[in-house]
Structures are given as structure tokens and as C-alpha cells.
Antibody, heavy 116, light 108 residues
Framework: EVQLLESGGGLVQPGGSLRLSCAAS????????MSWVRQASGKGLEWVSA???????FYTDSVKGRFTISRDNSRNTLYLQLNSLRAEDTAVYFC??????????WGQGTLVTVSS | ETVLTQSPATLSLSPGERATLSCRAS??????LAWYQQKPGQAPRLLIY???NRATGIPARFSGSGSGTDFTLTISSLEPEDFAIYYC??????????FGQGTRLEIK
């Protein structure tokens, strides 16, 4: 059974930092491109960042220079380091397999709230 | 950036009726268009990939069509569990990966 289990969300002040983790199981993680997709409350889906199995990384413009995606293939774990957080980064962050193939596996998400 | 525009924003239908949802891309995405279903409090679920292929475990009442810039998701006969929000997404031209704004399918 495929599982993607996110952790690390929480309440942080503007300008602060968080590190999200996603533990993967049930598929070959090391070969799989992985993404983070976020969703603000009541809003649509927004792709944030992706990383290929070999380590190539990609970001949406609004997070470039602030967020860093990484992976540890030995631990089957995906990460997202969030720095210089803004109110508009408040969202549920989903760990997802893709996007070189369709987003077929999704975690349940972890909530990041940026507020003073 | 490839903009995806979904229509209508809200679709009100009754169980047993046919639903037709549209997604239009601002430039050609070939067949690299997927559809997702999302229910409240849940993660999205992949329904259709590469425009017309049903994902594993998706009922046959869901079908997708189109290529280039115009795509359609059809639900042939609505079941109560089909009322949800539907998103299209392209992976032809990225970054960024883009999603449509969603169509809310509600019970009439």
C-alpha cells in the first residue's frame, strides 16, 4: 500500500521558518519525481516545487529563493524547507508523486499557518 | 505559464444526470492533461490522466476527451458520491505545473 505521510506543519510568525517532511512507502521512492502542492483554505491547488530522483529541482516563482526542496533516498523522505514565510504561504501542503507522470499518489497534507 | 480555465465554475445537477466539465488551456498541452476529484477535508484523487486514461480503480462512468487546448471530463450518470470539486492540471509545459481553478459539482 502506498503511503505519503507529511509532518512538520504548524503556526509560525511572518519571517519565520519551518521544515516539512514526507515519509514515503509502498513504491520505489528513489526513482520517483516528487512535488509539493499547496492549497489555501477554500482555494484551489497550487504547485509549489518538484524534485527529480536524481536531484534536479524546480520552483514556482513566488517561492524561489525562500523555499528549498530536497530528498533523502536512503530514508525514503522528501523535505521542504520554508524560510522567510509570509501570510500568503498559509495553506495545507501536500506531498505528491509527480510531475513527470500524473500526480497519482497524494499525502493527506500538513497545515502551515503564518500569523503573528 | 500555461493558464487552465475551467467552466462552469459551479454545476448543479441531480443524481443520474450526465455531467460535462470543460478545461481550456492557453496554449497546447498535447494530451498531458489530468483531472482530479477533491472532497472536503480530503486530498485530491487522480481520475483521468493523459486526457483520456482512467486511473486505477476509477469507475467507467468517468471519461475524458480532448487534446491540444480543449478538454472535457464527462460523468455519464452521477452517483451521490460524485458531488465534489474537480480540477484539471497540465504537465506538458513546466515549470510551473498549473491547475485550473476548479469546477464545483453540486446536488441540484
Amino acid at each position: 500500500e502506498v503511503q505519503l505521510l507529511e509532518s512538520g506543519g504548524g503556526l509560525v510568525q511572518p519571517g519565520g521558518s519551518l521544515r516539512l517532511s514526507c515519509a514515503a512507502s509502498g513504491f520505489t521512492f528513489s526513482n520517483s519525481p516528487m512535488s509539493w502542492v499547496r492549497q489555501a483554505s477554500g482555494k484551489g491547488l497550487e504547485w509549489v516545487s518538484a524534485i527529480r530522483g536524481g536531484g534536479g529541482t524546480f520552483y514556482t516563482d513566488s517561492v524561489k529563493g525562500r523555499f528549498t526542496i530536497s530528498r533523502d533516498n536512503s530514508r525514503n523522505t522528501l523535505y521542504l524547507q520554508l524560510n522567510s514565510l509570509r501570510a500568503e504561504d498559509t495553506a495545507v501542503y501536500f506531498c505528491v508523486r509527480g510531475p513527470d507522470q500524473p500526480f497519482d499518489y497524494w499525502g493527506q497534507g500538513t497545515l502551515v499557518t503564518v500569523s503573528s | 505559464e500555461t493558464v487552465l480555465t475551467q467552466s462552469p465554475a459551479t454545476l448543479s445537477l441531480s443524481p443520474g444526470e450526465r455531467a460535462t466539465l470543460s478545461c481550456r488551456a492557453s496554449q497546447s498541452v498535447d494530451i498531458y492533461l489530468a483531472w482530479y476529484q477533491q472532497k472536503p477535508g480530503q486530498a485530491p484523487r487522480l481520475l483521468i490522466y493523459d486526457a483520456s486514461n482512467r486511473a486505477t480503480g476509477i469507475p467507467a462512468r468517468f471519461s475524458g476527451s480532448g487534446s491540444g487546448t480543449d478538454f472535457t471530463l464527462t460523468i455519464s450518470s452521477l452517483e451521490p458520491e460524485d458531488f465534489a470539486i474537480y480540477y484539471c492540471q497540465q504537465r506538458k509545459l513546466w515549470p510551473p505545473i498549473t491547475f485550473g481553478q476548479g469546477t464545483r459539482l453540486e446536488i441540484k
